[in-house]
């Protein structure tokens, strides 16, 4: 889905962010992230998964902020994934579609089953969401 139909559809508006917002989500993807880490030692990879999760969640909402965007409506969690699809660069978009896989996953883990990620599939949610959080950086430094 293009910038225009996610501004058509209205799941995006356009938004003046100042820079100490942007600053302030990349701030929370990194501690999510280090969050994540702490909680998977202490051995709840289901949460640690969750919260890896959040962390591209935020990571994507500073990407938003810097381009001069924010999601709109009641799905917030798929608008930023979707921004990201459609305006992150092509490199990162196999991580924007493990980022979608992820909110999927987070999504039934909150809401329906949980004690079903294994600690490996949480190794990866955190080592995915560090990739992505790099990209972003390098993207919102630019």
């Given amino acids: 889905m293009s910038l225009e139909e996610l501004l058509v559809k209205g799941t995006i508006e356009e938004f003046e962010s100042a820079p100490e917002l942007i600053g302030q989500s990349m701030e929370s993807a990194e501690k999510d992230l280090a969050t994540a880490k702490k909680v998977l030692e202490a051995?709840?990879?289901?949460?640690?998964?969750?919260?890896?999760?959040?962390?591209?969640?935020?990571?994507?909402?500073a990407f938003m902020f810097k381009i001069?965007?924010?999601?709109?409506?009641?799905?917030?969690?798929?608008?930023?994934?979707?921004?990201?699809?459609?305006?992150?660069?092509?490199?990162?978009?196999?991580?924007?579609?493990?980022?979608?896989?992820?909110?999927?996953?987070?999504?039934?883990?909150?809401?329906?089953?949980?004690?079903?990620?294994?600690?490996?599939?949480?190794?990866?949610?955190?080592?995915?969401?560090?990739?992505f959080i790099f990209i972003v950086r390098s993207e919102v430094e630019k």
């Fill in 68 to 131: 001069g965007y924010r999601p709109k409506g009641e799905n917030k969690h798929i608008s930023v994934v979707k921004f990201a699809s459609a305006e992150m660069p092509l490199k990162a978009i196999p991580l924007v579609n493990i980022f979608n896989k992820m909110r999927e996953r987070r999504h039934k883990l909150v809401y329906e089953v949980r004690d079903t990620v294994s600690k490996s599939e949480a190794e990866g949610a955190i080592n995915k969401a560090e990739e």
């Fill in 43 to 61: 051995g709840d990879c289901d949460w640690a998964y969750v919260i890896a999760y959040n962390s591209m969640l935020q990571a994507g909402r």
